[in-house]
T-cell receptor
Framework: AQSVSQHNHHVILSEAASLELGCNYS??????LFWYVQYPGQHLQLLLK??????LVKGIKGFEAEFIKSKFSFNLRKPSVQWSDTAEYFC??????????????FGRGTQLTVWP | SAVISQKPSRDICQRGTSLTIQCQVD?????MFWYRQQPGQSLTLIAT?????????ESGFVIDKFPISRPNLTFSTLTVSNLSPEDSSIYLC?????????????FGPGTRLTVL
C-alpha cells in the first residue's frame, strides 16, 4: 500500500521567513501528487498538484512544490510566509487508474503557525 | 469547482446509537468518497460511494458499521452505527469527476462527531 510521510508535525515561523514542508511517499509506480491546505474553520482546498511534466509546480498564494522522483519527495515551499498562511497542510498521493483518480493517501498534516 | 455541503456540521452522540451524515453536491459527479480524520491523524478513506450499487469499502471498514447510500449523482449518506468513543472523528465527503474536468478531489466542510 502507498504511504505518505510528512516530517514536520508543527512548524512555527515569523512573517517573511521562508518555508519548506517535507513530504515523502512510498510507491514504485506513477503517481499524482497534491498539497491541500485547511485554513482555520474552512474546507480542505487544493493548493497545487503535479500530474506530469515540469517537476516544479506553482500553486495559489505563492506556493510551489518540487517533485523529485529519485527521492520520492514532493516538498512544499514558499519564499516568504504571511500571517494568513497559518493553516494545516496535507500532502497526498494517488496512482491514477483508468477513468478515476482513485483513492488519495494523505500524510498526517503539518500545522503551520506564522507569527506577525 | 464542485460545492459540497454536509449535514450535520457537528453532533454529540451517546454510545450505542447511530449517526447519519448527509453529503450534497451542487452538480452531478461520478465519484463520491467518504473519509475519516481522527484526532491528530491523517485522513483515511472509508469507502467509495457508488451510484446504484453497494459502496466499495477500504480495508478495516465494513458495511455493517458504515452503511453508505448513494441514490443519485449528487447525494450520499454515511451512517456510523453502534457508536463508541473511538468513532469520535471528523467525517468528510469528497468528490471528483474527470469527465467534467474535476481532476482533483473537492472536499466538504466535514462533520465533527463526538461520542460520549
Amino acid at each position: 500500500a502507498q504511504s505518505v510521510s510528512q516530517h514536520n508535525h508543527h512548524v512555527i515561523l515569523s512573517e517573511a521567513a521562508s518555508l519548506e514542508l517535507g513530504c515523502n511517499y512510498s510507491y514504485g509506480g506513477t503517481v499524482n501528487l497534491f498539497w491541500y491546505v485547511q485554513y482555520p474553520g474552512q474546507h480542505l482546498q487544493l493548493l497545487l498538484k503535479y500530474f506530469s511534466g515540469d517537476p516544479l509546480v506553482k500553486g495559489i498564494k505563492g506556493f510551489e512544490a518540487e517533485f523529485i522522483k529519485s527521492k520520492f519527495s514532493f516538498n512544499l515551499r514558499k519564499p516568504s510566509v504571511q500571517w494568513s498562511d497559518t493553516a494545516e497542510y496535507f500532502c497526498a498521493v494517488n496512482a491514477r487508474r483508468g477513468s478515476t483518480l482513485g483513492r488519495l493517501y494523505f500524510g498526517r498534516g503539518t500545522q503551520l503557525t506564522v507569527w506577525p | 469547482s464542485a460545492v459540497i455541503s454536509q449535514k450535520p456540521s457537528r453532533d454529540i452522540c451517546q454510545r450505542g446509537t447511530s449517526l447519519t451524515i448527509q453529503c450534497q453536491v451542487d452538480s452531478q459527479v461520478t465519484m463520491m468518497f467518504w473519509y475519516r480524520q481522527q484526532p491528530g491523524q491523517s485522513l483515511t478513506l472509508i469507502a467509495t460511494a457508488n451510484q446504484g450499487s453497494e459502496a466499495t469499502y477500504e480495508s478495516g471498514f465494513v458495511i455493517d458499521k458504515f452503511p453508505i447510500s448513494r441514490p443519485n449523482l449528487t447525494f450520499s449518506t454515511l451512517t456510523v452505527s453502534n457508536l463508541s468513543p473511538e468513532d469520535s472523528s471528523i467525517y468528510l465527503c469528497s468528490v471528483e469527476d474527470l469527465r467534467r474536468g474535476y481532476n482533483e478531489q473537492f472536499f466538504g466542510p466535514g462533520t465533527r462527531l463526538t461520542v460520549l
